[in-house]
T-cell receptor
Framework: QQQVKQSPQSLIVQKGGISIINCAYENTAFDYFPWYQQFPGKGPALLIAIRPDVSEKKEGRFTISFNKSAKQFSLHIMDSQPGDSATYFCAARRHSGNTPLVFGKGTRLSVIA | NAGVTQTPKFQVLKTGQSMTLQCAQDMNHNSMYWYRQDPGMGLRLIYYSASEGTTDKGEVPNGYNVSRLNKREFSLRLESAAPSQTSVYFC??????????FGSGTRLTVV
């Protein structure tokens, strides 16, 4: 049972465009939603995270939008740059307790000039 | 500040051989995790340790064992390696309920 579904699998965006990656979750107990960025040959690194008490969180060019009723959250990358080319993973977990993160299957983003 | 350190970075094993992947963190995190990453499959949890002295199975534990040696160290053992265990293995750590810090990975090939 895949608890976090991520789409699309791959994405090609022109430099300067907006990249949008979507995730949907099933477990209503989830209350922590991070996004990770992974460059080839490296481990994933935390990019930005949101908790369900807010509908949007912005850090620089990266924004998480969260829709609690639809059980969906998305990552928007504004003014996408070739250096943003990487694999992005969404994840979810219960904040309380020590349950592990559940990851989506990842989106490979390519930003072309 | 080293973060999460994994050794070795690369390894080639023959089918049936055993090996231990080492992981250490210096951030005083309570929880540690082992994931494997395969193309198109994302990150799949093998085992985790919510706190020192405890370990639990994840999504794909078969063929693996773990040891939480102390608060800093969490090792993953392959007793009898199989070609299906060819993968990239990531160790991660976190404070309770927080985000993960990942290591740089171990690329394992079983021939």
């Amino acid at each position: 049972q895949q608890q976090v579904k991520q789409s699309p699998q791959s994405l090609i965006v022109q430099k300067g465009g907006i990249s949008i990656i979507n995730c949907a979750y099933e477990n209503t107990a989830f209350d922590y939603f991070p996004w990770y960025q992974q460059f080839p040959g490296k481990g994933p690194a935390l990019l930005i995270a949101i908790r369900p008490d807010v509908s949007e969180k912005k850090e620089g060019r990266f924004t998480i939008s969260f829709n609690k009723s639809a059980k969906q959250f998305s990552l928007h990358i504004m003014d996408s740059q070739p250096g943003d080319s990487a694999t992005y993973f969404c994840a979810a977990r219960r904040h309380s307790g020590n349950t592990p993160l559940v990851f989506g299957k990842g989106t490979r983003l390519s930003v072309i000039a | 500040n080293a973060g999460v350190t994994q050794t070795p970075k690369f390894q080639v094993l023959k089918t049936g051989q055993s090996m231990t992947l080492q992981c250490a963190q210096d951030m005083n995190h309570n929880s540690m995790y082992w994931y494997r990453q395969d193309p198109g499959m994302g990150l799949r949890l093998i085992y985790y340790s919510a706190s020192e002295g405890t370990t639990d199975k994840g999504e794909v534990p078969n063929g693996y064992n773990v040891s939480r040696l102390n608060k800093r160290e969490f090792s993953l053992r392959l007793e009898s390696a199989a070609p299906s265990q060819t993968s990239v293995y990531f160790c991660a750590s976190s404070l309770q309920g927080g985000g993960y810090t990942f290591g740089s990975g171990t690329r394992l090939t079983v021939v």
